[in-house]
């Protein structure tokens, strides 16, 4: 009788498969009553796993290293400040920081330094992560992260090494005192006098509530006297000099501005600020007002360059306490969507930024450590709460 090759081929996968069972079977018998079978496969295991961990260690070693390379790369970079140059200059390093890890995992390291010093100068660096993250491969996008978070922390760290200011005489410290979280109170570093000022500072975000506009200075709030200086470009506010205009201007006004002195078309300056006055909102004008400040003070830096203060406002809110009471609603993402609306074609990556979970988080900082100044009663307006 002639066998098959189709029949040949079923037998001999029937062999193997038999084959492949007993040694599993073998294998299993082995493992549970051979003492020195067990000892064997135990030793075996630790060394992979050792191996795993060494393996870890090393990478995680190595990006340390690598944090550390850009960090310091980026401190001794001397960025370029004009518009033009700013543009040429991120599309180079995008280009060299792109082409070098397409290259291979041995080019990653010098990849990553082009890579985060175009992150640095881009004027939207959420919008740059996203694409990021998209586009490069998944090691270069965690050791971007990487970086990103350590210099925070190192941020974070050293704040206090800021503020207050040492001239000042005193610093923030933390106390000697049992809490979960560390505690820090203001310590002096001199001896003072009583009636000795320490310092002073400027509000972080300052508004006047809708029915004292024209009455008191949109910026430092003094009630006007016979002094007035009008919006160059809109009636809607006044000021109590020139330069608080000029001030105003740099710092917030110019963005919010409603400039309906150049054009009689309704804007969306127009209905914001219609829409706070309406409904008695002053923390929407006060967070829209931050956040063009954090634009002013990025502007401010850059033509300051390295010897601008390394903080900015963002530093300081996000040390403050934040209002448990304040809860997502349809007027809060009411409030978002028009203060991004307002803001979209002046603060790069304000869409990005501005979710909702992130104004409420302003809100309830706002709505725990703001607080009102009472004006003089012969003024005769009654200043109810605000939202």
């Not at 498969?17 to 018998?29: C, H, I, K, N, R």
Request: net charge negative; proline share 5%.
């Amino acid at each position: 009788m002639t066998v098959k090759p189709k029949t040949i081929a079923l037998i001999s996968t029937a062999i193997v498969a038999t084959f492949g069972l007993g040694y599993l079977v073998y294998f299993d018998q082995k493992r549970r009553t051979d003492p020195k079978f067990k000892k064997q496969l135990k030793r075996e295991r630790k060394k992979a796993t050792k191996a795993v961990q060494k393996t870890q260690e090393t990478e995680l070693v190595t990006v340390e290293a690598l944090v550390k390379t850009v960090l310091d790369a980026v401190a001794e970079e001397s960025f370029p400040e004009t518009a033009e140059t700013k543009e040429a200059y991120f599309l180079e390093k995008l280009s060299l920081g792109e082409g070098l890890c397409a290259r291979g995992e041995e080019f990653y390291g010098e990849g990553v330094i082009h890579l985060y010093k175009a992150l640095k100068i881009y004027p939207a660096p959420l919008e740059l992560i996203m694409i990021y993250q998209k586009s490069l491969p998944e090691k270069v996008f965690r050791i971007i992260v990487s970086i990103m978070a350590t210099e925070q922390q190192k941020r974070q760290a050293e704040f206090y090494e800021h503020f207050p200011p040492a001239e000042t005489g005193v610093k923030f410290t933390e106390l000697p005192v049992e809490s979960d979280a560390p505690v820090r109170g203001l310590t002096a570093d001199k001896d003072f006098n009583a009636g000795d000022l320490i310092y002073t500072e400027t509000p972080l975000i300052s508004a006047l509530y809708p029915k004292l506009e024209g009455k008191h200075c949109n910026y430092c709030m003094k009630a006007l006297g016979e002094t007035k200086i009008e919006c160059t470009n809109c009636d809607q506010v006044l000021f109590c000099s020139k330069e608080c205009e000029q001030i105003a201007s740099e710092q917030y006004h110019q963005f919010l501005c409603t400039n309906n002195k150049l054009t009689t078309e309704q804007n969306i300056a127009s209905t914001f600020l219609n829409f706070s006055k309406e409904n008695n909102l002053n923390y929407p004008q006060m967070i829209a007002q931050f956040l063009s400040g954090m634009v002013a003070e990025d502007i401010k830096k850059t033509k300051l360059g390295k010897a601008a203060v390394p903080y900015s406002s963002w530093d300081h809110i996000e040390r403050f306490k934040s209002s448990s009471s304040i809860e997502p609603s349809e007027e809060s993402a009411k409030e978002a969507t028009m203060i991004k609306e307002l803001l979209a074609s002046k603060v790069p990556g304000i869409d990005e930024f501005l979710t909702d979970e992130t104004y409420i988080l302003l809100k309830g900082k706002l709505n725990e450590n703001c607080f009102q100044i009472p004006t003089p009663e012969e003024e005769g307006i009654e200043v109810n709460n605000s939202n």
